[in-house]
């Protein structure tokens, strides 16, 4: 039996679980698939709405592009891309649950632009490469086996020059503000998820958010997975994160190599 190791934002190494985090992360999300949309409303107090829109607009899609939403859970990332490519565009929309899919289904008669939503794993996704002119995933890549692993796919199926988006949680910079970030995730957040959903994944939830990996070492990985002008941005008093990558063009690459 493997033992799952996060970095966590100190850079120390800490497991957050013992097992197959893959096969866990799975059944976990399978068990609270019908109340996921319900607990980000409650937990992020609508939020959300606002930090996925900014990533779109960061991700600078326009009208006729085509996107892929990597660990979309219920699709509402998608959605927001679809506002933005309009009818002459088109979305496709992963998650590796298939029960978060499922009850995504239900939005897509709202949507502005063709969405596809399909269960395909974020570490080995079935798309040819060069394809998207972006690639996102909101609050799913901290929930990866091997995040190397999903990045490295991600930058595949991106169009040279296309952009890579990832919207996450990750530590505050500013210390005075740790113990009151701490509070929220360690005692209020799961007694809340646990009156209206399961509460063991409203436990995981604040640990693998303070175990996920800075917002350095992300970027560090994004480069080795070959993006380039990576830039961040903190929200929410840095308790949310948006890293913005960049596939090079082709004699961009040859030029390097």
Known sequence: MAQAIAEGAE??????FV???EKYVQEMFS?????????????????HYNWRKLAVSLANVKAGDTCLDVCTGTGDFALDLAKAVTQTGRVVASD????????????????SAP???????????????DRFDAVT??????????????????TR?????????????????????????????????????GLFSRREAYTYLPESMKQFVSREKLE?????AGLRDISIRDLNFGTVCIHIGTKPLRSETEARS
């Not at 409650?42 to 939020?47: A, C, G």
């Not at 503000?177 to 509070?183: G, S």
């Open 11 to 16: 850079g120390a190494k800490n497991s957050l």
């Open 19 to 21: 097992g197959d985090k």
């Open 31 to 47: 068990g609270i698939a019908s109340r996921y949309d319900l607990m980000n409303d409650v937990l992020s107090l609508r939020q």
């Open 96 to 111: 590796f649950c298939e029960p978060m899919i499922r009850n995504g289904l239900h939005k897509l008669p709202t949507a």
């Open 115 to 129: 969405v596809t939503m399909m269960v395909s794993n974020a570490e080995a996704l079935p798309y040819s490469s």
């Open 137 to 154: 995933v909101g609050f799913g890549i901290r929930n990866v086996a091997h995040i190397d692993c999903a990045l490295r796919e991600m």
């Open 157 to 193: 199926v991106a169009k040279p020059g296309g952009r890579v988006v990832i919207l996450e949680f990750n530590r505050p910079r500013q210390k005075w503000y740790k113990p009151f970030v701490d509070f929220y995730l360690f005692r209020i957040l799961p007694r809340i998820g």
């Open 220 to 224: 560090s990985l994004m480069r080795e």
